[in-house]
DNA sequence: CTGAAAGCGCTAACAC
DNA sequence: GTGTTAGCGCTTTCAG
């Protein structure tokens, strides 16, 4: 069977002898055909290696069953582990994905990339790039009227607007009330970079926190980060200097809580008797942290999962390009998880 | 211009007043278009947002501009970073991705792969899985016989095939190189999976280098892990037991070799001084250990970059579905990164 | 320079 | 049950 080409559809219903109708009908299980026809047509698929071209019926029906994805920073972990459950959940509903990066977060021209995706023929787009800065003023613009779902992950919820995120603010409230708990009363943070979202809704719980257990926020107490552990040692020296009788800090992501545990280490202080450490993300080194790092665990997977389920929930419903039928706003809830460097009250 | 569905070509012509051939002649660049014409076209496409469909170019072209990507564990940083390469170079090249991850590394039944691949008529296809136990088995098998250039990534080089990879070998010898220069001549290794090529590829570096410099490489100074850093933990325990006056460890890659100096540190020992430890990887986290880890840099998105730039090059030389033209077998040279973990000399 | 006809591979709608 | 006709949105002949 070493033809040239892929066969089609035209030289089976002349090797079978039949129309090509009726191999449609065969290859899309109707049961409008006579046993022995159906028979000798699957035989002759099977003996050519016969596969439907996906791009013809995507033409006719106007449906690809494919699933734009725009994503950003893939080389880090986060988005690939959100990237992962789009591809499960994608997979499991027979959908295909087209993806695409920007090359950076902050990626203005976002037209080319609804052109490129939609010239395609998706039926739907999931939006897997972090709010920073401007990056979601189109969004609000008329210009963009898709005729298509689209949804949103790890974005403010907006009304009109289909969005999925892990609950920043609750990580945070949740990661505060274990160090308030712990009997650490002087909380120092450090954020991420303050044009994203999610750096400011976990500063924004630290403060709250703070202030409802009646102790100060002063803006000295948070120094800014960039995610990077490089940066997390930079912000834990001048948190050291901007306050010196700091007994805790509840650090933005592992990896800069890394920088600062190893930090804190090198100026002799014994975490967590001296300093309390609690990170957010739950990355698999920080079990092997020196000491090991409580953290805030959040399952990405699940966001990039659900925004699937949505996304074709919205397609499937019939959607008529107003207004998502009932455009929800889903936060998933992180969870806690407690290791050695926060857990003062056991050595106390 | 707020029609219910995306204008077609039909709809151009008919609002400019010309046949639908004008049109695809504006729209493809062909220079045979008197230039009023040619200008009251592109104003009518800007005007309607006509946007040409890909799907049905593809069918009549037969020519997609889109190449297949096969990966697999999306949720480790090492499979993200060759993607991440992957997207950036095939962006540049205006090629789409259409993406589908593998369930288990060691998915034996790749054929609905490739169907859903051919059926979207993928003009080439990168097989991202790194080669594990039996599952390259396929692809010497007649059955598979594509129409179309595939390249592998992260396999041992193999006839008629085109592979790009990571040079594993030499990554482990260099670091190997500069444990012995070091003064380390009881060196240990924690590997990988041993049924990963990669992983056996460090491994036969480990036992090179120690035989040529007339050490010994006995079994049991090498414990296997499965890369996670539980496993390394286990593992270096064994080795404590199993080669107690070991001098240094090469660890297969990073997250293990955090694992290792967490023990270490435990156990009272001192690195580098007691314990030298070199890893793999370079992940960001590893210049943050304590100390910060000696390992091998492999620039995983330049694998996937060379591999889209391979693929393509295939496919743009006219393929014709027997041999490759020239298959290749890439390796890329990793880079030794020295810090604190393996430096005894600066000590002594 | 421009248009008409044919067809990429498939399916919807209707006939018989 | 099965075949015929038409057409998804576009490009490739080939006329003129």
């Not at 080389?75 to 990237?83: E, M, Y």
Request: glycine fraction near 6%.
């Amino acid at each position: 069977m070493n033809l040239n080409k892929r066969p089609t559809i035209k030289q089976v219903a002349k090797v079978a002898g039949v129309s090509t109708q009726t191999v449609s009908r065969v290859i899309n299980e109707r049961p409008d055909v006579a046993p022995e026809t159906r028979e000798r047509i699957l035989v002759t698929i099977s003996e050519l290696g016969y596969q439907p071209s996906a791009l013809a019926r995507s033409l006719i029906q106007q449906r690809s069953y494919t699933l734009g994805v725009v994503t950003a920073g893939l080389k880090h972990i986060g988005p690939s582990r959100t990237l992962n459950g789009i591809t499960s959940a994608a997979e499991e509903a027979g959908y295909s994905l087209l993806l695409k990066e920007l090359p950076r977060y902050d990626t203005e021209d976002v037209v080319p990339i609804f052109q490129a995706l939609l010239s395609r023929h998706v039926d739907g787009i999931i939006w897997a790039v972090p709010e920073i800065g401007e990056n979601r003023n189109w969004v609000d613009k008329q210009s963009l009227d898709l005729k298509i779902p689209i949804v949103y992950l790890a974005m403010e919820p907006k009304q009109n607007i289909s969005t999925v995120s892990i609950d920043n603010y609750l990580g945070g409230r949740i990661a505060m009330a274990h160090l308030l708990e712990q009997g650490y009363q002087r909380i120092g943070h450090i954020s991420g970079p303050m044009d994203w979202w999610e750096a400011r809704q976990r500063v924004a719980a630290w403060k709250d926190a703070l202030n409802e257990a009646n102790f100060e926020a002063r803006d000295v107490y948070c120094v800014e980060g960039n995610w990077s552990p490089a940066s997390g040692g930079l912000a834990i020296e001048k948190l050291f200097e901007q306050y010196p009788d700091m007994d805790a800090v509840f650090v933005a992501n592992d990896q800069m809580a890394l920088a600062v545990i190893q930090a804190a280490c090198q100026k002799g202080m014994r975490i967590p008797e001296d300093l309390g450490v609690a990170g957010f993300d739950n990355i698999p080194e920080s079990a092997f942290f020196y000491p090991p790092l409580t953290t805030i665990q959040q399952d990405q997977h699940v966001v990039g999962k659900v925004a699937v389920e949505e996304t074709i929930n919205m397609i499937e419903s019939g959607w008529e390009g107003l207004a998502p039928p009932e455009p929800k706003s889903i936060k998933l809830a992180p969870m806690l998880v407690v290791r050695q460097s926060s857990l003062r009250s056991l050595k106390a």
